[in-house]
């Protein structure tokens, strides 16, 4: 399989701020990450600072407008979070619906609350750990834990015990 072109996402972020968030998120900050396997984007807001973070790995055989969606997903919490509004408990409330409601109304994009790359997590999860505690006989993963890096199940998952 071939990787894509990847569509510039800084013009990208640059057009979509203007025409759908009031050219408010300029002090977003947005990169790329080479080590971001589990999720296509995550909008992170630490110390004041709002990132948002796109994942190469398993955006980089997805289709320009999966990388758009992905943008623009991230850019509408981004968007709630410059505007103080609260998006309800999973980040994905009525008022991020809304945003995402007009933005697909003025695209021919179909941004979504969530993504469907799971056979892109996957190919990343080569290792796999098999738990000798408790969870090995809890349904449904019966204590198997497949990563991306190479770093045994401890004490420092919340999930372990």
Known sequence: MEAIEFPDVYDLFQTYNVQFFEDKLGAVQLTWSKRMTLCAGICEKKQGLITIKLSEPLLKYRTANDVKETLLHE???AYLWVLNIPSGRDG?????LSVMFYVNQKTNLNVTVRHNFSDEVDYYRKHVWRCDGVCKDWKPFFGYVKRAMNRAPSSRDHWCK
């Open 75 to 77: 850019m509408i919490h």
């Open 92 to 96: 994905h409330g009525p008022e991020f």
